[in-house]
């Protein structure tokens, strides 16, 4: 149809815990259907998309601690179970949605996914192929939110999408306290003095440094994204 995105170029950053849908650890064969068809809403109405993958539903670093890895070594086993997610997107994405995509790892792997390099990933966007970023920043120590924060900024993103299991951000976590207040919009800076957990302090300050719009919103309400690339009301917002 003919209405146009507000903007034109997001990033969307996947949890793991996203990709194991109902189950704790894994991957679901139905968030993967699901998601797919919510990106081709996207891609249909012209938007670039970026995707940074997280690894959780399959290894976190500090996991490792607890059975005698350190955490520099877990970190990297976690990375690695962020690329295993982006090619479960990749197979679902070409599969159920026949989107051209590609995988740019932070980690070099070229067997199963091109190397991270900025510009390609842009000409990519161009071209308009969906760009999932692997292997987080390629560095012990960070996290896949941080990540999303910094590739949103290398390749000039208008909107970071944040997506989770709630509608948005609450005062408390609501699905804890059910009186937890909806926050509509918040500062950078208000939220990292609440301590409102939308993403590490880490990757909140690389948005604020950068001015990059973070919109925190739930994914299992379809159509929820497609609202969020025309500009409609949906989630919180942190700008
Ligand atoms: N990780 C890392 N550096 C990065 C990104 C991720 O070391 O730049 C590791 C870290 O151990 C993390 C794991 O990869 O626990 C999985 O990523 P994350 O926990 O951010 O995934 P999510 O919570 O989004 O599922």
Request: hydrophobic residues 45%.
């Amino acid at each position: 149809d003919a209405e146009k995105p507000e903007y034109q170029r997001v990033l969307i950053k996947l949890s793991g815990e996203a990709f194991a849908g109902d189950e704790d650890y894994g991957i679901s064969p139905d968030f993967l259907e699901y998601i797919s068809r919510e990106i081709k809403s996207l891609y249909q109405h012209g938007v670039q998309i970026a995707i940074v993958i997280g690894g959780g539903n399959i290894f976190r670093g500090v996991e490792g601690l607890e059975i005698g890895i350190d955490r520099a070594t877990g970190d990297y086993m976690g990375m690695l179970a962020t690329v295993i997610n982006a090619l479960a997107l990749q197979s679902a994405l070409e599969r159920v949605a026949q989107i051209p995509t590609r995988v740019l790892s932070a980690i070099e792997m070229r067997q199963v996914a091109e190397p991270y390099i900025r510009r390609r990933a842009i000409r990519h966007l161009e071209k308009g192929r969906v760009v999932i970023f692997a292997a987080g920043t390629g560095n012990p120590f960070f996290s896949t939110d941080t990540a999303s924060a910094l590739r949103a900024a290398e390749i000039s993103a208008q909107l970071l999408i944040k997506a989770t299991k709630v509608d948005g951000i609450y005062t408390e976590d609501p699905l804890k306290n059910p009186k937890a207040e909806f926050i509509e919009e918040i500062t950078y800076l208000e939220a990292i003095t609440r301590d409102i957990r939308v993403m590490d302090h880490t990757a909140m300050t690389m948005c604020m440094e950068n001015k990059i719009p973070i919109l925190v919103l739930n994914i299992k309400k379809p159509g929820n994204l497609l609202k969020a690339v025309m500009g409609q009301k949906v989630g919180s917002l942190v700008k």
